[in-house]
């Protein structure tokens, strides 16, 4: 069983920082790989980032050199560190596990989801 549970959100302003972090409170997930995915107001839900089991990371361009994904197997943790923060930015940020060993930036190839945490940037 795998539960997701997000934390770390809140209000920031422009140019602030914030740190989530997704803990599972079920089975280990080192060999999977863990994603952040955001969904802006209005919008559809959108890759963020993503890390698998040995530490090869995706970032979507918009926000290369700002945001920095992170893993902790022993604790099950995933974190999203997050600097430089623009309004565009604003959004519920999901966490979500991919059963496999292999990255993906597809919304529909990960198999179980937190609830999300809401980000917002104020400018």
């Known amino acids: 069983q795998v539960q997701l549970v997000e934390s770390g959100g809140g209000l920031v302003q422009a140019g602030g920082s914030l740190r989530l972090s997704c803990a599972n409170s079920?089975?280990?997930?080192?060999?999977?790989?863990m994603g952040w995915f955001r969904q802006p107001p209005g919008k559809e839900r959108e890759f963020v980032a993503a890390i698998n089991w040995s530490g090869d990371i995706e970032y979507v361009d918009s926000v290369k050199g700002r945001f920095t994904i992170s893993r902790d197997n022993a604790k099950n943790t995933v974190y999203l560190q997050m600097n430089s923060l623009k309004p565009e930015d604003t959004a519920v940020y999901y966490c979500?596990?991919?059963?496999?060993?292999?990255?993906?930036?597809?919304?529909?190839?990960?198999?179980?989801w937190g609830q999300g945490t809401q980000v917002t940037v104020s400018s």
């Open positions: 979500a596990v991919r059963r496999s060993v292999l990255g993906s930036r597809r919304e529909n190839e990960y198999d179980d």
């Open positions: 079920g089975r280990t997930l080192s060999w999977y790989v």
